[in-house]
């Protein structure tokens, strides 16, 4: 039986991939991605790429169902295989759980190879206490659902006193701080953007100040929204 390798890769900076992780990059006979232009890229960046390209395999949500069993096949028949996502942790709010799963119910082997995560590294740099965080992935899309989420976090962390911790695109961070501000009122929140990129910024303040000033200039770049109740 082969092994899944779990290999976390940077979140920006393309110097944050593990020692150990190129080493099982450059062990296992395949490597499953995401994206196999941005897999090529950081394997360029640590000058893997002529060895290593040849192993790159696509692995996203859309064809899971059809990988999977491809996957179980070869780790069965011994082949290695490593599961990188676009960038941090794979299976965290990426690809890989049903994999993972899978492995799990055939007894294989999982092993990860721990590194970079938006969540942990803004949670860490946030001030704000870690000893409990709930973290809650992406919000909904849908914002009825979005809503739902956000109060049923109010009830349990009202029990429970906790760091909220949670995953926001640009272009819907506006509303859903106006959410967070309409259920949990006008508290300090903190936005970890462009985590370990040229831009990072870690901004601490009151939501409607923070929604005032992205109401101005429009927010940019990947964000981690983070608050304690
Ligand atoms: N698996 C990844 C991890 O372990 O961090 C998360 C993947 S999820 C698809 C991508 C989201 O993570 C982004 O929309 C953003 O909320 C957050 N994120 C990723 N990189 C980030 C960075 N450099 N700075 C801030 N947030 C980041």
Sequence with gaps: MGTLFLVSTPIGNLKDITIRAIEVLQMVDSIACEDTRRTAI????????????????SYYEENEDKRIPEIITALKNGLSLALVSDAGTPTIS??????????V?????????????????????????????????????????????????????????????????????????????????????????????IHEEIKRGRISLVIERFRKTAPKGEFVILFHV
């Design 94 to 103: 990426d690809p890989g759980f049903r994999l993972v799963r899978e492995c």
């Design 105 to 197: 119910k055939e007894g294989i082997k999982v092993e990860p190879i721990p590194g970079p995560s938006a969540v942990i590294a803004a949670l860490s740099a946030s001030g704000l206490p870690t000893d409990r965080f709930l973290f809650l992935g992406y919000l909904p899309r849908k914002k009825g659902n979005r809503k739902k989420i956000l109060k049923l976090t109010q009830k349990a962390t009202g029990e429970l006193s906790a760091t909220v911790v949670f995953y926001e695109a640009p272009h819907r961070l506006v509303e859903t701080l106006t959410y967070v501000m309409e259920i949990f009122g006008d508290i300090e929140i903190v936005l970890a953007r462009e985590l370990t990129k």
């Design 42 to 57: 950081l394997l360029r960046s640590i000058q893997k790429d002529t060895v290593l390209q040849a192993k790159l395999i």
